[in-house]
């Protein structure tokens, strides 16, 4: 019995794995792979590599579904992060993750160790990560708690980026009660990489040394992922999450790329969670090896840890190499060069076994598959929930205020779609300079060094859409991502993702989780945009509710050329204005999933259902947007999304440029005002505004016809700054453009700086 | 003309200010470790941006006893140019070759945005290239700008033309006493400055007013050394 720990026989007989999360079938699992009781030690080990967010038990069977391949990809999903081919020898290497259990507990380190973590995932592979994004889900701001979470969690993450100098290029916001006590953070990084440096995490060759560098391990982080694994984060303790040091981070990063930069690195892993267990175990996995590593070995910042501590921390700022043997030198070189400790702590063998030994004692001795290739797949039961069945579909009828411009005002006003600028502009969005699109355009644009190439990134989501829908509310992530992409002037490549949703154990959330991986998957064969990697995030439960199901995509573009690039505010007086896609569509589609109807009627905005989706009426929009923009037929594009058509145009509007839009619609029917609410501030997708100068509008329209896709004039960019929308003669709509900015530009910062 | 970008554990500005200068002049820039003790090989000395040493303690407060530091103080004695951006900035003003000291941001937090300023003296080896008054844009991108000097230094900085750009009045982004938000020292050669002209040297970057700095720079040491 060392350190005072419970012997394997009061492990078994007091039950201790169930504090563990293991469940009686699990522990006789593992009695069974071990042909004997696991000791403590190994119970932990076990416990935390067979938790939901090491062995995705739960989701595993849903993954598998998504589409993975492609010409372009170079690594799927099952390493750090995936890579896509953008030719000239240089690859695209990016992933999303969640860190949405820290983030509810302590939002500044919460936030700021996502960060932290899905950059390492990135240079582990041996690329320069040059962008960060992330996608954020808050309760609404009238609660001083969540001014805390929100305020706290951008800090976090602008406090991790910035100092470790990679640009937060982009991202989303939404603020929406059902995530007040369960805030989601999801943060993606993206680098560049060249063909013959990729790195993996693989621990291959017999003796090779083991090494762990970067920073001291402590206590802190311990059993961080079982946490994430359980229901309720606020039943949970503080010391699981970890603390994170940016400084510490940017050595390691220039410290690991020349290391791997040598090419004397068989591996290299990033210790995140499940820390050394997961890496080490992990590694081993994929070479089909074994490891002995002794933990008096590793350096540490506490006295008197245990294995069972050492194991389990999730200290941050931390990798996992295997070098050549013989050549651990070069390590020792360049991490003193960079302050760091690199030590070599065990070396691979060729038995299989995951073992850990202290000094001479054996602490632990595991088949590195009973861990990895073993853990039990939970096949959860799946039931589609009622609500589904009893939604409507004909037009809500709202009570307007005052007038449709108040309407457009307060809308504009609404946090999700208020600017950003509070939140962004705390982020350094430009260092690196090659930050071509800033965050307030469609998606993000970054220059690729040494070419006239640059990549689009965007993040995307909607659980409401995904609730009220959960198959077509997953294809509508996606297909938004890649108009988002298209109207910055990209091709769409590939994709990573975030699954963030509630408890899988009930079966009408794991119903939601399928149907809407189905959809994702739908999407992404149809807009050729394989899913490389991401992460799932369960158990978003608290007091019994649980979040929105929410899939966030991430997805990336290539565009050719820089002169390609196209952002989303308007440029001169005298252009035209177009609408590609059907302008009526609210008349049938309504307001079902609408921040308006959120607005108006929370009490029964979730009654309707989610506007008609068609892919072929997507794709041939999104077609004809970027072909346009490479033809050089437009000036400005943006998709209408979050608001609806009004709050798309007046986004336009609201620039530097100081101009004016001035739109007619013609229905061929009069209107109630109910129907003009519906094509206002419906949300029907599949539609893009572009502006086109005078002699280019021919060569638009012919573009459109031949794809068969809708595109109609609305009207002019003016150079008076006013904004007006006329239904055939009438004024129905008329205000300064700076009325309408002042609301949009002032919402959020009005709440966070009062 | 030779410029050497200092290195210190933490830049991260580094590699931008190479680009900047070998994109906007004739000139070669290299990074130099923190480490190095002897700078008299080059003609430029450019202390970048970023979080050196992490920014613990104080903004610039440790790696101003880095052994580079020395040699910094030794060239800009001899007259050689030394410019410091952003962390740089902090940097010089801790080493003591530039008065006064950068505090926190009036808002309390960080802040990244295309700023205005005004080129307030065209007779530095940094400006000459630009118009006197002249409104530039360049990015900022800080959480400790808050540029504080007492009313004598600033009187001081006024009286010798050391103020060499301002935020456009109104547009103070961080609390600056005077809207100051680059100097220079006595004589001339030494400039901080928080805005960072390396991130305004293409359009595509969303400004190119940065490049007259460089071009100034080079202009200036061309005067001085023939073209070479």
Redesign the interface.
Known sequence: MAHGEPTPQQVQEQKIYRTFGLTEEEYEKIIASLGRLPNYTETGIFSVMWSEHCSYKSSRPVLRRFPTTGERVLQGPGENAGIVDIGDNLAVVFKMESHNHPTAIEPYQGAATGVGGIIRDIFTMGARPIALLNSLRFGELNDAHNRYLFSHSV?GI??YG????IPTVGGEVVFDNRYTHNPLVNAMCVGLIAHDKIATGTASGTNNPVLVVGAKTGRDGIHGATFASTQDPHAKERSAVQVG????E??LLEACLELIDTGKVIGIQDMGAAGLTSSSAEMASRAGSGLVLDVTKVPVRETAMTPYEMMLSESQERMLVVMEKGEEAIAYEIFEK??LEATAIGHVTDDGFLRIVEGETVAAQIPVTALVDEAPIAYRASLRPRYLDELRVDLPVCQVASSMKDELVALLSRETIASKEWV??????????E??V?PGSDAAVV?VPGTKKALAFVTDGNGRYVYLDPHQGGAMAVAEAARNLVCSGAQPLAVTDCLNYGNPEKPEIFYQLEQSADGISRACEVFATPVIGGNVSLYNESHGIDIYPTPVIGMVGLIED?KD?MTSDLKASGHALYLLGDLFAGLDDGLGGSEYLLMRDPMHHLDYALPTFVFDDEKGVQDVCLQAIQQGLLHAAHDVSDGGLLVALAEMAMTENKLGVQVRLSPDHALSTNDLLAVFFGESPSRILVEVAKQNEQALTSLATMHGVPCVRLGEVTKDSTFTVYIDQDVVVQAPVQELESAWRGAIGSWM?G | MKTAVIQF??S??D??AV??VQSTTAGTAELVWHTTKDLSAYDVIVVP???S????LRAGAIARFSPVMDAVATEALRGKLVMGICNGFQVLTEAGLLPGALRQNE?L?????MAQLVVENTDTPYTRSYHEGEVIRI?I?H?EGNYYADDATVQELEKNEQIVFRYRKEHNPNGSVGDIAGIVNKNKNVLGMMP?P??A?HE???SADGVRLFTSIFTTWRDAHGTR
């Open positions: 800090e602008g406090g910035n100092c470790i100098g040091d940016p400084f510490m940017k050595l960079w302050g962004y502009d705390q982020y350094d969005s430009m260092v690196r300079t930050t071509f800033r220059g820089v690039i700086n | 554990p933490g991260n500005c590699m931008d680009k900047a941006g970023g979080f040493y992490g920014d613990y808002s937090q960080f802040r990244c945005e990015p991108a959480g960072h390396e991130r040297v595509l970057l969303g």
